[in-house]
């Protein structure tokens, strides 16, 4: 199990004006499955191909249970990195490609022939062996490619966004096979994604990069709950902010005084509530009354426009509550204090 | 109009051109190596030609100097053209102009290059005025024979001049396409540089090397100007010989000379089978 | 690039790129120094004296350079524009549609580009003289299509196998005839092709030298063939201006062309008969 610190990692490519990540510090704890996650471009897998060496840091650290790496090859590091593609090795078999590994380690090769059948059985393919990798689906090649890295034993393992190209309904099980063996073998493992849901269902813990800059370290659920600040809670799909005061536990705005629930921040802020977390019909405090705008059946939800004076709300609600509603209605509605937070 | 009668209007006039001046050129040589060309009164087959080049010790030397002059160039050009391809890839200054000056070369016609050839390596060349500069040699005949020589020197090194920047292109253009990502992969599963090249890079490469092999070896096996240019008399390469018996003042060795143009012809074609039967078997996997 | 690179593994790839250059230029140099020199004879280093003498003999009327340059190029155009005219449709057949025997199609087009000249035009020579076409120039821009069309019909296929026959449905569904849809619609869209397979196909015929030797027998006289005269007869100052004048094309079609040489295009097989 190794503990991985990434301290005040930069990368500057030459000729960029601006770096590619900025000063990115990251403690894992041993074993814990992390995602750094951000839109294209915003320095993730820059930072995963400097953990594995294939690129070098422009300043800052990578230590493994307090041991600088960056002086170590890519191939000496104990780190192996799986590419969104798979990037299966076309000319070989897929046991070739499991084996690969071992096979550079110069390992005997009844013992690889044992170990990579070992291997198969783990991510349940047990009988591709002998096949090309082009004659296996998307899912399978995921697999081989997981079975590749994890066969030679790796302390850290890479993730590039492994569940993105995957269906729907493989990428739940891929999910638990991820997991599984992550947690038997106690791999500390660091994933990159675009997809906030992908890293939500995914991860321990996640770290949010946007522009280079690491905004948020968390455990998943806090993310929606209590976003640092607003473009983190707008890539959580965040959409009500209301500028405005927040003095000794009720928020002053456009909207009348909220009560807010303890321990919320003081000061002039936004408040910023989950469209899912509106209620229609009156509740327990914070009873409004608002005009329709839009009614938007999606199916297992319905969004609701909603404007109370001039301020404009999101909702998300279940299609059974709202039915009957119209555009030009007045309904009441309410926001429950503990699904309220303020951003300073 | 159909489908079928548009692709064969598209290519007949193609197909007529290939058809009618090369293989009808093929098969009249394959006939004439026969003897047999009843136009001219020659209706009785016979294989007095191939038993004439097949009995000729000239033939036998003049076709190990052909496959020397081919195996070796080939050989080494692939090899050069792989380590410069390698250092072309990474960016560095001065790439831009090496870059042109291997395309270049690339449109320098060999005859150009075989001068060229001729005027640096050839006893009273440039190389020749060095080594007498520096009084390694006193005498143009001291310096060591490279051009007309039996083992084919001169010729080797304009092939390989020419050749290197040919194979190169393509083996760049080749891993640009592959990006370093597979090499990456290698590296990150514990191969070391040299491991990752011999067996990442060079199978996925290997491929674009072959191919393009296959048409310099059939090229340098077939070339005239070069070999009659830079070449020894005794024995001179295939294609030489070939051209020597078709134009010889005695009309009785021009069933020779087409049955030496059949025998290279069936050489490039192996060639071109090694070449599909490899085109294939990528296109399966 | 993967990890760094020490200063060992730097002052390595600089020395073999010095290497490399000077290999590359290096049996061009000569040549010119050739072409200006007089008495140029050994041990010398360089020159004793400069002269343009070779260049003016060379650019006079009575040398026969100039005029084996303009049959040159007159040849070597005639041939590509034959070339397009009949490599385009047959691009188009192998580009756009899927038929029954089309990999054999494939294959005899593509067995002009390896079998070596010298195994097929000694045949040619026997049929052309019944033809009368031996000794002719017509002769010559024949058999030099054998090298060029297959390129030339290779660079289309590629091109076709990236174009949208929609566009011409759309031109026609427009209200534009046959002949117009091919002015306005499909042309344009091809001409980059059509423009790169002719630069080659003119540069695959300017270097051919043993057809044009056969089939022209000594009559049809090009710059190679004079080159080649030159070069064996020990007149080494004539022998590098014609060089340099025999270079020429290629250099300008190369500033023309660079950047569509990236080796991904299938012209560039068409190097490996220049």
């Known amino acids: 199990m190794t503990h991985v610190s990434i301290q005040e990692l930069t990368k500057v490519y030459p000729g960029a004006d601006t770096p590619a990540l900025d000063r990115l510090s990251l403690e894992i704890a041993s074993g814990e499955l992390t995602a750094l996650l951000g839109p294209s471009g915003c320095g993730k897998t820059t930072t995963m191909k400097m953990i594995a060496g294939l690129l070098e840091p422009t300043s800052g650290d990578v230590r493994f249970d307090d041991r600088s790496i960056l002086r170590d090859k890519p191939e000496h590091r104990g780190v192996v990195m799986v590419f969104q593609n798979y990037l299966l090795f076309p000319y070989m078999s897929v046991a070739d490609n499991v084996g690969f590994g071992l096979k550079m380690r110069k390992t005997d090769p009844t013992e690889i022939k044992r170990r990579v059948s070992e291997m198969l059985d783990l991510v349940k393919l047990p009988d591709v062996g002998d096949r090309r990798p082009s004659a296996l689906s998307g899912g399978q090649q995921q697999r081989i490619a997981l079975a590749r890295a994890l066969i030679v034993q790796p302390e850290v393992l890479l993730l590039d966004e492994p569940l993105s190209n995957l269906d729907a309904h493989l990428r739940f099980e891929m999910r638990d096979l991820i997991r599984s063996l992550q947690q038997e073998m106690g791999i500390t493992t660091i994933f990159v994604t675009h997809d906030q849901e992908e890293a939500v269902v995914l991860a321990d813990r996640v770290a949010l990069i946007l522009d280079g800059q690491m905004k948020q370290y968390d455990r998943a659920d806090a993310f929606y709950k209590r976003p640092v600040d607003e473009a983190t809670a707008r890539f959580f799909g965040g959409h009500n902010f209301i500028p405005g005061k927040s003095v000794g536990g009720t928020f002053d705005g456009p909207l009348g005084q909220l009560t807010l629930a303890d321990g919320a921040v003081e000061g002039a802020g936004k408040l910023t509530f989950r469209p899912e977390n509106v209620r229609v019909g009156q509740g327990d405090g914070n009873n409004l009354s608002a005009r329709v705008a839009d009614v938007i059946y999606l199916g297992t939800q319905t969004r609701l426009k909603l404007r109370v004076g001039e301020t404009e709300i999101d909702a998300v609600v279940n299609p059974n509550e709202v039915e009957g509603f119209k555009p030009g209605d007045i309904v009441p509605i309410h926001l429950p204090p503990q699904t309220l937070w303020v951003i300073s | ?285 | 690039m993967i990890g760094q690179d020490g200063l060992w593994t730097k002052t390595f790839r600089y020395i073999t790129c010095l290497l490399l250059v000077t290999w590359l230029v290096l049996p061009l140099i000569p040549l010119a120094i050739w072409s200006v020199a007089r008495g140029w004879f050994f041990p010398d280093i360089l020159p004793r004296m400069w002269t343009l003498d070779a260049w003016r003999y060379a650019l006079s009327d009575t040398s026969g350079v100039l005029d084996a340059l303009w049959l040159t190029i007159g040849i070597s155009l005639a041939a590509t524009v034959l070339s397009i005219l009949v490599g385009v449709p047959a691009g188009r057949a192998l580009g756009m549609y899927k038929f029954k025997g089309k990999e054999v199609i494939e294959l005899m087009i593509l067995a002009p580009t390896i079998v070596p000249g010298i195994a097929v035009v000694l045949g040619v020579h026997t049929v052309f003289i019944y033809l009368g076409l031996t000794n002719t120039v017509h002769g010559v821009i024949l058999v030099h299509l054998i090298p060029t069309l297959p390129y030339m019909t290779l660079v289309m296929a590629g091109i076709f196998s990236n174009y949208d026959p929609a566009f011409e449905a759309q031109a026609r569904s427009l209200g534009a005839s046959p002949l117009k849809t091919f002015w306005y619609v499909t042309l344009p869209a091809i001409m980059p092709g059509i423009i790169v397979g002719g630069l080659f196909a003119f540069l695959v015929s300017w270097s051919q030298y043993i057809l044009t030797l056969l089939v022209g027998g000594g009559r049809v006289v090009t710059l190679p063939l004079l080159l080649f005269n030159f070069a064996t007869s020990g007149r080494n100052d004539i022998t590098g201006a014609i060089g340099m004048i025999y270079i020429l094309p290629g250099i300008l079609i190369l500033t023309l062309t660079a950047k569509q040489l990236s080796g991904r295009s299938g012209a560039v097989g068409g190097f490996g008969r220049i």
């Open chain 2, 1 to 285: 109009m159909s489908d079928r009668l548009k692709i064969i209007l598209l290519l007949l006039p193609a197909m007529s051109v290939i058809v009618l001046l090369f293989f009808g050129g093929l098969l009249i040589g394959l006939m004439r190596s026969f003897n047999y060309m009843p136009v001219i009164g020659l209706t009785e087959p016979n294989l007095q030609a191939y038993i004439n080049v097949f009995t000729d010790e000239e033939f036998y030397w003049s076709f190990l100097l052909s496959f020397h002059i081919s195996f070796t160039s080939t050989l080494i050009s692939c090899i050069l053209a792989v380590g410069a391809a390698l250092l072309l890839r990474r960016a560095f200054i001065g790439r831009a102009v090496i870059n042109f000056l291997f395309q270049l070369n690339l449109t320098v016609p060999h005859l150009v290059g075989a001068i060229g050839i001729l005027y640096l390596f050839s006893q009273s060349g440039v190389f020749a005025r060095l080594a007498a500069e520096v009084d390694l040699i006193q005498r143009p005949a001291d310096f060591p024979a490279m051009v007309f020589d039996p083992f084919a020197i001169g010729i080797i090194l304009q092939y390989v001049w020419k050749e290197v920047p040919f194979i190169g292109v393509i083996v760049l253009a080749n891993m640009q396409a592959l990006g370093e990502n597979y090499e990456s992969v290698a590296r990150s599963l514990g191969a070391s540089k040299w491991q990752t090249f011999r067996h990442v890079l060079l199978p996925l490469i290997f491929p674009g090397i072959l191919s393009a092999s296959v048409i310099v070896f059939a090229f340098t096996f077939g070339a005239y100007e070069i070999p009659a240019l830079l070449g020894a008399n005794y024995p001179a390469a295939l294609p030489v010989l070939a051209y020597r018996s078709y134009t010889d003042v005695d009309l009785a060795a021009r069933p020779e000379a087409m049955a030496l143009a059949i025998i290279i012809a069936i050489l490039s074609a192996v060639m071109i089978f090694i070449y599909i039967r490899y085109s294939r078997k990528r296109v399966r996997s």
